[in-house]
Structures are given as C-alpha cells and as structure tokens.
C-alpha cells in the first residue's frame, strides 16, 4: 500500500473502532487493520455491553440498529457446591424502562461487523483478512507504521494504535509489553446454545427483550481460580467457563471437558434442556490487573484496550474499557495531529486522561483482587462446598434441634479451614475490594 | 459432547500451511514430563502419538495459550495468515 495514513489501527474489536469512528468524524485519514474475514470474526466475550460508553461514542447507537439481543433486567450471582448452591439477584424495573441501554448483550460478531459499519460511514478505511506482522520504525526508534502479511506489506501512519486484544505477539515483540505469564491470563471458553424466545423468557422469568445475567464461582471451576457466565440472547444462551492458564496447565483439566461438567450441575442443567449447540470458541481474559498494565505510549503509537491489559475482573467489564480507552486515544492523537507532534509527550494527554477516569480508579482499587482470588484456593473448593452443606442441614427439617446442627457444622468448618485461615480469607477478601 | 463435535460447530478457513510449529521435538520427549499442551489446549490441536507430539492445527482456536504455556517455549506459533483460521458467526 503506497498511501500514507494518519492513523493506521491494529485490530477492529471495540477499542480500535472507537478510536476508528471519533478519528474518522473529524477528518482524520484513518486504516483500521483486521486478521479475521470481517470485523468480530476473531472476537468473543460473554457478551455483556455498556450503553455509556458506547453513547459517548455512538449517541444514537439504539437508532443505527445496533444488534442488541436482550436488556439486562436482573443480575444473578451463583455460588456453587457439587450438588447445588447458593443464589444472590437483584432486579429493578428500572432497568426495563428508563435505563434500557444501560446493560445489555450483544453477539461479538454481529456487533463489531455493525460498530465497524459506523466506522466506515464517517469514513475509516477497513483493510480485513490482513495480519501486522511488524511495527515499522525510522532511524531514531519511531513507530512510523505497520508491516502485513499482505504482498503490498508496508503502510505508512503517523500515529499506530495498538488495538489487537490481549493475545498480542505484536506487543510482546517490539517491546511494548513483557509476554503475559499463564498465570496472569484466564483462558476461558464459550458455547452458544440454541433456545426459543418463549423458552429463554419462561426459565429466566422475563419479558420479552429483557434478559438476565449470572456470575458463577465455586467448584465448577475444579479448584482453580476462575469463573462461569450465563447470559441471555434473544434466541440463545452464551455459556463461558474459564480459569487461570497456570491452574489450568497445573490441574490437567482439559477445558472442554470442564465446560461439559458445568453444563451438567443441577442448578445449569434445566435451563439449557433441549438446547442445541451451535458454536463453541475459546479466548484469553486478561487478568493481569493493574499491575500488569504496560507502558501506554511512545514515540508514534498507543496501545489501547486489552492489549494494555485493561479488564476488570470483579465486574467482568472489558469492553467498556476497550471502548473508552479507544476514545481516550483518539482524543490525544488529535490533539497530537494538531500540533505536528507524534512524540511520547504529544501524546501524553491519552495517559491523563485515563488516569482521571474510571478505568484507572477502579483497577486501582481492585488491584489485589485478582491476587485474593490467586491466593486462596478454598474460595473454589471446601468453602462452597461447606456453605451448601450448612444450608442444606439448616432447610432439612428432620427432628435435630438448630443448636445441636450449628455446633456440627461449626466443628466440620474448622476441621477444613482453621478459624484463623477463615478471618484471613475475609480480610484479605475485603481489603482486596473495599 | 466431545471435543470434536463441538469443533465441528465452527467454521474454519484452513491454509494449507500450518501456523503453529514444534520446535524442537526431543525437548517433548526428553525434558517435558507433565506435557500441558496435551491439556490446556481448548481445541485438543496437541495429540500425543506414539511417543511423539503431533499437531492438528486445522482446528485451533488461536486463543494463544499454548503460545505462553508451553513451559519450554518450544512452539512456534503465529496468527493464521489473514482471513484463515477460525471464523465466528456469533461470537
Ligand atoms: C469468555 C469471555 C467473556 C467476556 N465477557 C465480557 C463481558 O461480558 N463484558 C465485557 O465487557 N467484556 C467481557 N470480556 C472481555 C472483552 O471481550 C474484552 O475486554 C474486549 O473484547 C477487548 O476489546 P479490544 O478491542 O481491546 O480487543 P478485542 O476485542 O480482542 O479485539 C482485537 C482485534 O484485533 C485483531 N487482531 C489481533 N491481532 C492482530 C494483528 N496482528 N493484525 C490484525 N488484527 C489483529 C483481532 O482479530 C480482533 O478483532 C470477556 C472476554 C472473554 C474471553
Ligand atoms: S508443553 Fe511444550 S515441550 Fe511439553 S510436550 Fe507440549 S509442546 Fe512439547
Ligand atoms: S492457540 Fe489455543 S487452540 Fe490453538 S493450538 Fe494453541 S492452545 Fe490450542
């Protein structure tokens, strides 16, 4: 490619179609660079989407037909022994009415093709089926583009924005960002399960267009640090499963098979019953933290998005992330644009915007979380599993005074975990989020 | 449900050229007891065969957990050239 850009973007998943769309309306000569056959073909998540940041982006995203596939109504979380387990929800009709684009599910690969059309309407240029394989630098360092697979290889940018997700070799190798650990990434995998609408409404107990999430821990993740998801489609059910690639590697599960465990515990199996799976995929979440974000910026590029390791794990969000993180960059290499000056410190105004928003508060204040998670095992193993025992003794109703069970239970508590090892785990827990 | 059918549910545009390498088949033989990539792997791509490991890249994931968790680093391991591999329909 002889043409010279702007903004050449690695990667068209919600972090770099933003920066795409904010560029683009202002004039910018923009090339945002896919490997997959068209944007989302590559791209997974449990499918969770933020109206805000999406607004800040696109204000009349619900009017451009975004494929929006249920309104999040209700929030579940699961606390899983062998046999059942324990449920937490919350749902407010206000999530119905006045905040219908507050939460909502989407399919990756329909809404990345849809956010990318965006994108293309104000005028980014899309090359697909296209893999950077290099960064191109001048003689002093500078990022000055990006190298393809493509025969026409080169392309020339003021500015990269590194947007290719949390798998990122490119990152690894010109030294932006040190290799992910396995322990610092989940690997998590997802099915799509087919139901009717009438089903999925009747076995989550909603209305038409509004849908449910569940957040899963417990033994379904055999011991290991990691997570489950259920969350509604208009005509499906998306399944993940994941845990820590180190714990993986270290237990020899095998992913799939954990994943067809978990579709047969008590508590997942009657709402997945007579459900056809029709896709089934595998992905990394980035866990690292905020102690694994790597430098943010240099002479003639960002990194945005999960590639910079943004994702918060107690809140499941990343998308969100992806898309502000986006926007942030665009705004500094505008204001680089402006002023001829595609430097480290003409693009400082990414890092403070980022500083002074959300996305840095909040994985700041969760920044031992994901090492709470790490570090205590009996979160996935005795502790569920005792919880649903006590439960269970207390709602069996068999002739045993209540006094006499607790002093059992009591005693059963301390036989697995001690009184002290327990008081650790809730103030380890509670400093790690509070 | 196994492994094989729920691959069969994807669609994948496979190059005739494999992107993902052993490097150094002895180093699986000789140094590797625990073997994870036999595991880990959600696309069951590493087989062991006889005594050596063999590759069905046609079904990868590309999610690139073998790429790190490989404890011996000994896989070569790229992106399918553009527009190969795995395609989703929902994702
Ligand atoms: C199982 C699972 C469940 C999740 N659930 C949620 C959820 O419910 N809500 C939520 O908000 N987040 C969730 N996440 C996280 C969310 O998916 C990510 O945070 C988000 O997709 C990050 O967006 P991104 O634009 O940074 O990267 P990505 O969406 O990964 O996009 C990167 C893009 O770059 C392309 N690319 C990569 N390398 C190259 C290259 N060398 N050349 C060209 N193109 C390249 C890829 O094909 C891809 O299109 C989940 C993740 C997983 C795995
Ligand atoms: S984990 Fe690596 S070294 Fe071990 S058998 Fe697999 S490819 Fe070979
Ligand atoms: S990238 Fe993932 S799916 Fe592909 S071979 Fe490696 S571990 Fe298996």
Redesign the pocket.
Known sequence: MKEAFDVAIVGAGPAGISAACLLADQGVKTIVVERGEYPGSKNISGGVLYGYDLYQILPDFPAQNCPIERNIVESRLWYLSKDGGYSLSYRNQIFAQERKQNVFTVGRAKFDRWFAEQAKKKGALMACGTVVTDLLRDDQNRIVGVQTDRADGDLRAKLVLLADGVNSPLAAKTGFRPEPKPHQVALAVKEVIELSEEQIQERFNVEPNNGVTIEILGVVTKGMNGIAVIYTNRKSLSLCIGANLSDLAQHKVKPYEMMEDFKEHPMVAPLIRGGKSTEYMAHWIAEGGYDSIPQLCGDGFLIGGDSAMLFNTLHREGSNLAMTSGRFAAEAMLEALEKGDFSRHGLQGYISRLQNSYIFKDLKKYKRFGQFLETHPELFTSLPEWASQAAREILTVNGVPKKEKQKVLWNQLRAKISPMRLLRIFWDGWRSVK | MKVEDKLFLDRFRVDEEPHLR?ID?S??QH??S?????YFCPANV?RLEKDR?SIAYEGCLECGS?RI???????EWRFPRGGYGVSHKFG
């Open positions: 052993i088949g180093v699986c140094k590797c625990d073997q994870p990539c036999l590493y490991i073998c968790g490989c404890p011996h680093l000994n896989i």
